[in-house]
Structures are given as C-alpha cells and as structure tokens.
C-alpha cells in the first residue's frame, strides 16, 4: 500500500517570501501520479499542481513549483512570492495509474502572515 | 458552468437515525469518491466508483452505504452504525482516463454533526 507523509503540520510564512512545503512518500510504482491540493478555510479542495513521476521536469503552474526527486521519494512544493491567500492547508497526494484512489497525506497547515 | 453540487451544506442527525448527503456532477466524469475529514486531519476514502451500478468499499467504509443509479449522482448515506458521524464529507469525481494523470474534482462539502 502507498503511504504519503508530510512531516510540518504548520508552518509560517511573511507575505512576498518564499516557502516549501515537504512530502515524502513510499510505494513500489515505477510510474504514478502526484498531487498539491489547497484546502482554504472555506473547506474547497483546489487543485494547486500536478506531476508524472516518468516526466523529469518539475511542474511550475505560476508561484507554484515542485522539487521532484523520484529516487528519494520526495515532492516538496515551493511558492514563491507568498500572499494573503495562500493561507490555507496544503495536502499532497499519490495516484497510481492503473487505479483512480487518491492516497493523502495528512496536510501542512500554512499560514501567511502581513 | 460544469462543476459538482453537494448538498446540504449543514446537516444534523439525531441518534440511530439514517441521513443521506447528495452528490451532484455535471462533468461527465465516469468516477466518483466519497471522502471523510475529521478536524486537523486529511481525507480518508469512504467508498468510490468508477462506473454505473458499481462501487468498492475505501479504508472507513463501515456505518456508511452509497448508491450509483445514475452517472452523475453518488449519494452518500450515513447509517446508525456510524457511531462517530460528526465530520466534514468530500464528494470528488475524475475523468477516468487510464494512464492519464486526471485529478480529481472536488465538492463545497456537507458538514454533519450529531443532535
């Protein structure tokens, strides 16, 4: 079974720094799928960032960015330039393709301050 | 506009009564997901399914039954065998394109409490 562990339940950060959120994982898939999803405090799940763990390349989406490092099972999500409303919960989350169950780790609750 | 509707937003059960929560999707998406979050936690998979008149039980099926009649419903229902139903429910659905890496979509949520 796959497992996904995000070790920070809460971390801080000053609007306009950057801050990166950490996720391991453990599974014996060669290809699968990972996952950001934010989680505000209106309770939306928001799909933040996507990654093919067969693509090399990191995916951006904006101030959005992952470090992948597929041998050391680590996805860490990097925002940049953080602002008001990225204030919210943070979960990362594993998909094997030949299934469609989303496996979640337990969250990092962010939080931006002014 | 497409999306998925839950409702209701708040429902309350009283003790050893059945409540159903109602999910809605009007994206064609062929499966759906009912997940549980309590306070502080992440989700857990409550049951899924992928297709029509087919579903498979998740990690905390237990107290809970769904239904799937029709593509874009997937009603949850929250039995008296529940004995801790106070807790915030996802309902998601996915495109499900295999070997493709299609999210999945999620609901506003139903917050249920105990009475």
């Known amino acids: 079974a796959q497992t996904v562990t995000q070790s920070q339940p809460e971390m801080s950060v000053q609007e306009a720094e950057t801050v990166t959120l950490s996720c391991t994982y453990d599974?014996?898939?060669?290809?699968?799928?990972l996952f950001w999803y934010k989680q505000p405090p209106s309770r939306q799940m928001i799909l933040v960032i996507r990654?093919?763990?067969?693509?090399?390349q990191n995916a951006t989406e904006n101030r959005f960015s992952v470090n992948f490092q597929k041998a050391a099972k680590s996805f860490s999500l990097k925002i940049s330039d953080s602002q008001l409303g990225d204030t919210a919960m943070y979960f990362c989350a594993f998909m094997k393709p030949s299934g469609s169950r989303l496996t979640f780790g337990e969250g990092t609750q962010l939080t931006v301050n002014p | 506009d497409g999306g998925i509707t839950q409702s209701p937003k708040y429902l309350f059960r009283k003790e050893g009564q059945n409540v159903t929560l109602s999910c809605e999707q009007n994206?064609?998406?062929?499966?759906m997901y009912w997940y549980r979050q309590d306070p502080g936690q992440g989700l857990r998979l409550i049951y899924y399914s992928q297709i029509v008149n087919d579903f498979q039980k998740g990690d905390i099926a237990e107290g809970y039954s769904v239904s799937r009649e029709k593509k874009e419903s997937f009603p949850l229902t929250v039995t008296s065998a529940q004995k801790n139903p106070t807790a915030f429910y996802l309902c998601?659905?996915?495109?499900?394109?295999?070997?493709?890496?299609?999210?999945?979509?999620f609901g506003d949520g139903t917050r249920l409490s105990i009475l």
């Open positions: 990654q093919e763990a067969y693509k090399q």
């Open positions: 998601a659905s996915r495109r499900d394109g295999k070997g493709k890496d299609q999210p999945q979509h």
């Open positions: 994206l064609n998406h062929d499966a």
């Open positions: 599974t014996s898939e060669n290809n699968y799928y």
